[in-house]
């Protein structure tokens, strides 16, 4: 079966960059997404087709994917941004995998 | 805009049935889209359960295969899940989402998602 793994956590200062990664088995082949989720609420899109942001969503959220490994990268962090992320590998497939999800400390 | 929620019992006994509808507003089930079903065990990570195309044709996580049903009423315009012989370990939050298909798939709306413990 298809695996995703992520980091389990990662640190940022407020206003610096913070990168998240998720590695796969040719995972650049696919697409990528990424969620949030805050404690107690639903996750939240940030990220599809590797690039693409939904409405809302604020700039400072970015995406890539090549080879083994996506990418969410969030310029600029703000307090706001604290919460676990997972990614997707968002292809065609008729099964959904998802990443083990990393908690994003801004601090 | 779509909207999702989730309803059913908070509480199942071992060994029994889960059951969960999904109700949605903004968009008719029938139309197009897949309807699923991801669950969250407490301070755990998303686990895909599967979903319903609106033609009816599902897909199921392997793991899960053998006891998942998720099925469509659009007369109601709801999906459901079904979870037969549960155990402690199935206690999770369930949400149910709409997922875009296409070239690149992913859950574009989610529900608020509801707690279901199982235990006697």
């Known amino acids: 079966s298809y695996e995703l793994t992520q980091p389990p956590s990662v640190s940022v200062s407020p206003g610096q960059t913070a990168s998240i990664t998720c590695s796969g088995d040719?995972?650049?082949?696919?697409?990528a997404c990424w969620y949030q989720q805050k404690p107690g609420q639903s996750p939240v899109l940030v990220i599809y087709?590797?690039?693409k942001r939904p409405s809302g969503i604020p700039e400072r959220f970015s995406g890539s994917n090549s080879g083994n490994t996506a990418t969410l990268t969030i310029s600029g962090t703000q307090a706001m941004d604290e919460a676990d992320y997972y990614c997707q590998a968002c292809d065609t497939s008729t099964y959904v995998v998802f990443g083990g999800g990393t908690k994003l400390t801004v601090l | 805009q779509v909207q999702l929620q989730e309803s059913g019992p908070g509480l199942v006994k071992p060994s029994e049935t889960l059951s969960l509808t999904c109700s949605v507003s903004g968009y008719s089930i029938s139309s197009g889209y897949f309807w699923g079903w991801i669950r969250q065990p407490p301070g755990k990570g998303l686990e895909w359960i599967g979903f319903?195309?609106?033609?009816?044709?599902?897909s199921y996580n392997p793991s899960l295969k053998s006891r998942v049903t998720i099925s469509l009423d659009t007369s109601k315009n709801q999906f459901s899940l079904k979870l037969s012989s549960v155990t402690a370990a199935d206690t999770s939050v369930y949400y149910c989402?709409?997922?875009?298909?296409?070239?690149?798939?992913?859950?574009?709306?989610w529900g608020q998602g509801t707690l279901v413990t199982v235990s006697s």
């Open positions: 087709q590797n690039t």
């Open positions: 040719k995972l650049g082949d696919k697409y």
């Open positions: 989402a709409r997922r875009v298909g296409g070239s690149g798939t992913y859950f574009e709306s």
């Open positions: 319903v195309h609106n033609t009816g044709s599902t």
